[in-house]
Nanobody
Framework: QVQLVESGGGLVQSGGSLRLSCQASGIYFPSEPMQWYRQAPGKERELIASITGNGAATYSDVVKGRFTISRDNAQNVVWLQMNGLKPEDTAVYYC???????WGQGTQVTVSS
């Protein structure tokens, strides 16, 4: 059974930082590309960061330079370090496995101005 469990969301002031975690189980993690998506109220879910099994990362333009995706294949964990947060980053953030196409339950990030 595949499980993705996100944690680390919360309320932060504009300019602050948060680090999201996604603990995976039930998959062969080292070969699985992992992704972070987010969905703001009234908007579609959007892909913001991806990382291959060997650590190559890509980012959407809206988070590039502020967010960093990383992973530890020994611990089956992927992180999203978010710096310089803005109110428009407020959303539910989801972890996703690219090949297996599984989603976590999401974690709420709220950035106050």
């Amino acid at each position: 059974q595949v499980q993705l469990v996100e944690s680390g969301g919360g309320l932060v002031q504009s300019g602050g930082s948060l680090r999201l975690s996604c603990q995976a189980s039930g998959i062969y993690f080292p070969s699985e590309p992992m992704q972070w998506y987010r969905q703001a109220p009234g908007k579609e879910r959007e892909l913001i960061a991806s990382i291959t099994g060997n650590g190559a990362a890509t980012y959407s333009d809206v988070v590039k330079g502020r967010f960093t995706i990383s992973r530890d294949n020994a611990q089956n964990v992927v992180w999203l370090q978010m710096n310089g947060l803005k109110p428009e980053d407020t959303a539910v953030y989801y972890c996703h496995t690219q090949y297996y196409d599984y989603w976590g339950q999401g974690t709420q990030v709220t950035v106050s101005s």
